[in-house]
């Protein structure tokens, strides 16, 4: 069991072989898998800054609580995203 190319293509068709699998059986691409992880540590880097925090934008100062600001800019690199895709 060396190093032998055809051994580790084999391999590497095996393991793709096997990814598409799991996907087909959960009925989910890739990216859907990447965005859901991504959303999952989103949510949990909220749930960690839930505390008020004194903002300031251009001449205002105001007290608000992290998680609104998160979940706002969040929000509007989504809406930005899909704007820039339709172009």
Known sequence: ???????????????????KKVFEKINMTPKQALYVVLLALL??????????????FLFFDF??????????????GVLTSKDLQRK
């Not at 949510?43 to 300031?56: D, H, P, T």
């Open 1 to 19: 069991m060396g190093l032998n190319p055809k051994n580790l293509e084999s391999r590497s068709n095996f393991k793709k072989l096997a990814m």
């Open 43 to 56: 949510i949990v880097f909220i749930l960690q800054n839930m505390e008020s925090v004194m903002a300031k």
């Open 63 to 76: 007290k608000m609580s992290l998680l609104v600001i998160i979940v706002a800019v969040f929000i509007a």
